[in-house]
């Protein structure tokens, strides 16, 4: 789909933050640094001088825009733009309800401005089956909201802030559910990204981590060097430990009779070794 009309400076200014969409709220501002790395993140080299001549703010969103387009790529990066976990500034709002509501509510907002400046192209954009789309305007469909969730190591590296909570009410087993849950939505990812197809997961990390792993070419193989197959095997047994730690011992089962207790010091162990493999995994991916 082409989302050409969306590479205007209007547009553009609203999605890096510039432009009021609702009361005082904008989207997240994005400075020079942060487009530059945006850019490289989603493949296209930008890079920022400090104290140098840099290029406006919202011509860095214009080339990684028209870069995104030629690969149809354009929902990826809107996903990742509206992502909630970007939206860090409403934390302070202190109430989950009210975030949550405050956020869709701005989400709703941009895109209704995005709308106002495609009126004259009989266009709108609307989230349809969690993808972003443009549709003539007036086109019936079923519009959600954006829950796509484009994977970034900012998001993997907040991890021990989605645990703190956790660690001071002492509820590991919940850490250990979150660190499990941030190898599969990585594993789910890849695979999603590389085979362009939607993953359906019966929830067996196992299964997914080797159907990743052979889309990422990690799987061990004898003409390898022994060392490398040792170190492959390792990290296969990490992810292991965590799904069977997962199923014994967290928040989503009952107490059983094989079910043991965890320590702060294994759940941190845990959750630090969910995010070591979790960025392994995905610079695996960015370089493939």
Request: hydrophobic residues 40%; proline residues 1%; positive net charge.
């Amino acid at each position: 789909m082409d989302f050409s009309l969306l590479i205007n400076r209007k547009v553009i200014d609203i999605l890096i933050g510039d432009t009021t969409v609702l009361g005082s709220y904008k989207l997240p501002y994005m400075s020079g640094p942060d487009l530059c790395q945006l850019c490289s993140q989603f493949g296209l080299s930008k890079t920022y001088t400090w104290g140098g001549v840099n290029s406006s703010r919202w011509t860095y969103m214009q080339s990684l825009m028209v870069f995104m387009n030629t690969q149809g790529r354009i929902s990826e990066l809107l996903c990742y733009l509206f992502n909630h976990v970007r939206f860090t500034d409403l934390n302070s709002l202190g109430d989950i309800d009210k975030i949550n509501e405050t956020y869709r509510q701005i989400v709703s907002a941009a895109i209704n401005s995005i709308n106002a400046h495609l009126l004259a192209a009989r266009k709108e954009l609307r989230v349809v089956n969690n993808s972003f789309v443009l549709l003539d305007i007036g086109t019936k469909t079923v519009i959600d909201t954006p829950k796509i969730k484009v994977v970034t190591y900012q998001y993997i590296r907040e991890l021990p802030e989605r645990i703190k909570d956790d660690l001071l009410n002492k509820d590991y087993d919940s850490v250990i559910t979150k660190s499990r849950t941030l190898l599969e939505e990585v594993l789910i990812y890849i695979i999603e990204q590389l085979t362009k197809e939607r993953y359906k997961s019966n929830g067996d990390l196992i299964k997914i981590y080797q159907e990743a792993t052979g889309l990422l070419n990690m799987r061990q193989k004898r003409e390898w060097d022994k060392r490398i197959n040792e170190l492959l095997g390792g990290l296969h047994k990490i992810v292991n430990a965590i799904s069977s730690m997962r199923n014994m011992n967290s928040d989503a089962h009952g107490v059983g009779a094989g079910r043991l207790n965890i320590n702060e010091r294994e759940a941190l162990l845990a959750a630090n070794s969910a995010r070591m493999l979790a960025e392994y995994w995905l610079s695996i991916y960015e370089r493939k």
